[in-house]
């Protein structure tokens, strides 16, 4: 029986609206040091990468908590998400066990915390099976 499809939480919706446009407003900075700090190319180059690495650390959260949430939610396995990533299921597993997929989690669904937020590095599975909205 094939699986049924779910529909995205609207926390998770609005929590990654509000990380695309973190992220859209980045690189506008990005594309503005590009342009107008020519002059002086150790200057551009360390403001270019501020710029970039900025970009890169809202990414990276949007992507630890999406593989968290496809692992959490049970709706995919590891597999499909190291496909869609480019990436090994061992980097998967690491990202849905990182502090940051765990304190992007708990932006948005604080009562279901792993066990992570407690100390000891692993998943709570109390919470295996209930809805995330």
């Known amino acids: 029986m094939p699986k049924q499809a779910q529909p995205v ?10 990380e695309l ?11 503005s040091v590009a ?3 020519t002059d002086d ?10 710029a970039i690495t900025d ?9 630890h908590l999406l593989t968290t949430y496809g692992l959490r939610s049970e709706m995919t396995t590891a ?9 090994t299921i061992s980097t998967v597993t ?17 009562e ?5 937020d407690s100390g000891s590095g692993e998943v709570d599975q109390s919470d295996r099976g209930a809805q995330v909205r």
């Open 79 to 87: 597999t499909p998400i190291a496909r869609a990533c480019g990436v």
């Open 35 to 37: 342009r107008h700090q």
């Open 55 to 63: 970009i890169e650390t809202s990414s990276r959260r949007a992507v």
């Open 9 to 18: 939480p609207d926390e998770l919706t609005e929590w990654l609206a509000g």
């Open 41 to 50: 190319a150790e200057r551009w180059t360390l403001g270019m990468l501020s």
């Open 94 to 110: 690491s990202r849905a066990g990182s502090r940051l997929a765990s304190k992007a989690w708990n932006e948005i669904w604080p």
């Open 112 to 116: 279901l915390k792993t066990r992570r």
């Open 21 to 31: 446009e973190t992220i859209a407003t980045r690189l506008r900075n990005a594309r």
